[in-house]
């Protein structure tokens, strides 16, 4: 994590308003909770002194960033409060052992696919039977009501011999290899229809599930194993692009870990195809589609500082309508709302986006979702009942790869 | 490409955004921090616009005074729960319950049925920070002699947790719970265990905004008395439902708005700007438009760095307008320093201080940025930001 600028100066950027911590959705739901304001540039005074405080209940911030986009000064809270828990990590500070397994596990999203999918079709079974869910809520504290997503056969990986110019190395991330590979096929299929060649890499877990249980330096070795893979092809210049805002953020922070890093250029899927618009190489041989969509950032793309770009992308196919929901946090933040003492919370911080997505559906304003990150389509999914999918999944349909946007979701025979 | 990217967005930046939008024009707004709405009340103040229009430098005075008009008019087409005449203006309360006043203000904190009033509640939630009931009554009881003043303490289950450990609860806390479903019944609940004594009974309510919420206004509605909202000390609802209001209206006009990410410079080409550059996480961004509108907000905002030597402005270094003598002893009085700024011609574009010589032909000044102005000794702290907003996105 970057943070090399002026510490002091950013401090006094926090006029102690408390906007921040009136908004954020844990303070309002748990008064033992400081809030950020407290937890972020009051605390930050006694850290650069050397002093760690408030480190256990720092543990309940969601990092969901509600903070962030209160504050009238654009005081980074949440980058303060991440650090303040990976400094208390070095030290040990206050988690019981179940939570310590539990958030061991949680930080390995890759081993646990690898595990999962060797019988996914078993593996889905268990996690939608109560019984098995309350074992896993007694023994390791994950919540038996969470929407834990399921697992599909893995999303393979293809180094092909480099023909064409134009090429581009695709980050498909633990969600799409293990639990979504369709929308990995969608986008590979997208790049492609727009003139590359498409190279996956047998990449490791981005790292930032690890980081999120505060695993940091477990973290910095598997992004350092990534970069190595990356080697050969960020040395000819090929950008690296992900369609999973999580792994699009850890990506952008690789450049930091090592010194060859700082040739990746790394990419969100839109942020790209916005590029190729911009030159004037987005091929716009769409069909005339007639759907709305309510679309949710979050807070990982929001991180990135790129904007939107998914949604300026689509508001250029004929007949979609995109309409910004613009509630904040969905409440999963990658397996906070998985976890048992942390659930409820997190669906109090997903409500005004739950309801929001409810009121969108019944009043026709839109049919379904579209987020990028893959944690929010199943919390949203969970959370509104309303179907949630990535955005590429609109570009396949505008292509005509792809028919009905809901139902046939899963028809993978319609691809390719 | 953007037909327009504006820098800042609090109410300059996000008033321009709206208009340029509404026009047809495909704006992205790059916003470092929310803005100053947040630690405002939420009601706009214009000062006494045809004596500051004689002033040669003020902000009004670069602009036709119809302009004035047309943004206020304009404001209040959008957000109809705000009221206002130009040239008149109206009485609401501080967080100390003494009356001001102010231009545009959210209905329901329009103190004027005050003057008819035989009896005031004070509204006393529980635990609320920054709540002096003991000196809002003194101050009422000043104000209007007329009337008796009760104080009505009350607390709610839902902040139960709160007492129990000595926690304050923010106004803007209370205010968001009472928009939430649960806390709309039971504001309903807190207002029927007020009991009329007299007919002319008005209600004082801390910690309540009401603007933007139809559940709310209703229940306000069906009181057998005038509810009136009184405005808070930093943070704000008011000024924060405001800021959400224009943030929404922005978006959905099609509009972009790009937050917690600062422009680090501008690329430019001759006379003209070309290019916003962002500092993306990782690797800055780069994003072209034909018109650019810098609203950052002045000192406060973050639009003018001040130290010891200099003032500077952050982003292309632009030429200040910078007063001789500094600050002045008294500290409530007018201070210089606030009518530090950037000089603009009529079309708001920037001029060089001394030749009066326009910088750059495709970017416009709005808001906080302008100098010549001191929002606190004229008076007109909203109005300028809205109307130099308006009126730049009206020529993006
Ligand atoms: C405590 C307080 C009370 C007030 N009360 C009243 C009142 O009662 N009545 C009234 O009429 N007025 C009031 N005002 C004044 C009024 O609110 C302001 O004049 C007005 O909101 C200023 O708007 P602005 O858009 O110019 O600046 P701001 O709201 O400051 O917005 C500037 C924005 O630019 C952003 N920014 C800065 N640099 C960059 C960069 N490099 N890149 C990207 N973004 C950047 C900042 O983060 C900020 O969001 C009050 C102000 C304050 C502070
Ligand atoms: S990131 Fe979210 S949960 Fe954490 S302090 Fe900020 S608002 Fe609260
Ligand atoms: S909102 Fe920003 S300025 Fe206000 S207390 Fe929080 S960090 Fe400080």
Not at chain 2, 270 to 281: F, L, T
Request: charged share 20%; hydrophobic share 35%.
């Amino acid at each position: 994590m970057s943070f090399e600028q002026d510490k002091a100066e950013i401090l006094d950027a926090c006029i102690k308003c408390s906007a921040c911590t009136a908004m954020c959705p844990v303070a309002a739901v748990n008064p033992l909770f400081p809030g950020p304001k407290i937890l972020g540039p009051d605390a930050e005074r006694f850290r650069l002194e050397g002093l760690q405080i408030g480190t256990t209940l720092s543990y309940y911030c969601s990092k969901c960033k509600t903070c962030e986009i209160t504050c009238p000064s654009g005081v980074k809270i949440t980058e303060m409060i991440t650090r303040a828990q990976e400094d208390a990590k070095m030290s040990e500070g206050g988690k019981t052992l179940q939570f310590s397994i539990r958030d061991y596990l949680f930080g390995r999203a890759e081993y646990l696919g690898k595990l999962a999918t060797v019988l996914p079709g078993l593996t889905n079974v268990l996690l939608k039977a109560p019984l098995f869910r309350q074992i896993l809520e007694q023994t390791l504290g994950i919540c038996s009501e969470a929407p834990l997503p399921a697992y599909h056969t893995k999303f393979e990986t293809a180094e092909k011999d480099r023909k064409s110019k134009k090429q581009v190395v695709y980050f498909p991330g633990c969600f799409v290899t293990y639990n979504d590979p369709l929308t990995g096929q969608a986008i590979v299929k997208v790049l492609k229809h727009n003139g590359y060649e498409v190279i996956v890499p047998p990449f490791h877990c981005c790292g930032t599930p690890l980081e999120g249980n505060g695993y940091l330096r477990e973290a910095q070795e598997t992004a350092k194993k990534n970069l190595a893979l990356m080697e050969p092809y960020m040395r000819a210049g090929i950008p690296l692009i992900t369609g999973c805002t999580s792994c699009g953020l850890a990506l952008r922070e690789y450049p930091g870990l090592a010194e060859s890093a700082s040739e990746l250029q790394a990419y969100d899927l839109f942020e790209f195809l916005w590029e190729l618009q911009e030159r004037n190489e987005f091929r716009k041989d769409f069909k005339d589609i007639q759907v709305s969509l309510g679309y949710h950032s979050s807070c990982h793309l929001k991180a990135q500082g790129i904007g939107t770009p998914s949604v300026r992308l689509l508001r250029l196919i004929p007949g979609v309508q995109v309409t910004d929901l613009d509630q904040g946090c969905c409440g999963l933040s990658g397996s906070y709302g998985f976890k048992k003492e942390k659930y409820h919370t997190a669906m109090q911080i997903g409500k005004p986006l739950f309801n929001r997505v409810r009121q969108g559906a019944a009043n026709s304003e839109f049919q379904s979702v579209i987020t990028e990150c893959g944690g929010c389509q199943v919390q949203i999914r969970h959370g509104s009942g309303i179907e949630t999918v990535h955005p590429v999944w609109v570009l396949m349909q505008a292509y005509g790869f792809f028919q009905l946007l809901s139902s046939g979701r899963h028809a993978s025979s319609e691809l390719v | 490409m953007w037909d327009g990217i504006i820098i800042g967005g609090g109410l300059a930046g996000l008033i321009a955004g709206i208009r340029a939008s509404e026009r047809g024009k495909h704006v992205l707004i790059i916003s470092e921090g929310a803005g100053s709405l947040t630690y405002s009340s939420g009601a706009l103040n214009f000062g006494d616009v045809v004596q500051l229009r004689s002033r040669e430098n003020h902000p009004y005075a670069l602009i036709e005074e119809n302009v004035i008009q047309a943004g206020m008019d304009y404001f209040q087409k959008l957000f109809p729960d705000y009221q206002g005449v130009c040239g008149r203006t109206q009485t609401l309360f501080t967080p100390l319950g003494s009356p001001r006043t102010a231009n545009i203000i959210p209905s329901g904190q329009n103190a004027a049925v005050l003057q008819d009033a035989k009896r005031i509640v004070l509204m006393a939630p529980e635990g609320m920070k920054d709540f002096f009931s003991k000196i809002i009554k003194t101050n009422l009881k000043i104000c209007y002699p007329q009337c008796i003043v009760d104080i009505y303490p009350f607390r709610i289950s839902a902040f139960e947790a709160w007492h129990a450990i000595g926690k304050p609860v923010t106004g803007m806390e209370y205010a968001r719970y009472w928009q939430s479903g649960p806390g709309i019944a039971e504001l309903k609940r807190v207002l029927a265990g007020v009991t009329i004594t007299c007919s002319e009974t008005v209600v004082l309510f801390p910690g309540l905004a009401t603007a933007f919420s139809e559940p709310l206004k209703e229940v306000l509605s069906e009181t057998p008395f005038p509810v009136i909202e009184m405005t808070s000390f930093p943070p704000s609802a008011g000024g924060h439902n405001l800021y959400n209001a224009l943030k929404q209206k922005f978006k959905s006009l099609g509009g972009e708005l790009l937050m917690g990410t600062g422009v680090q410079r501008i690329e430019l080409q001759e006379k003209e700007c070309r290019k916003a550059i962002v500092s993306s996480k990782g690797r800055p961004t780069a994003f072209a438009a034909h018109s650019f509108i810098l609203a950052t907000g002045g000192i406060l905002g973050g639009g003018i760095e001040v130290t010891a030597e200099a003032a500077q402005e952050t982003l292309l270094g632009l030429p200040l307008y910078v007063p001789a003598e500094w600050t002045k002893s008294e500290f409530l009085g007018e201070q210089p320093y606030a009518h530090t700024g950037i000089e603009a011609d009529s079309d708001l574009r920037p001029v060089d201080p001394g030749t009066k010589e326009v910088l750059f032909e495709n970017l416009r000044v709005a808001g906080r940025m302008l100098a010549h102005w001191d929002p606190w000794t004229d008076n007109c702290g909203g109005g300028v930001s809205l109307t130099s907003g308006w009126y730049a996105g009206e020529k993006l």
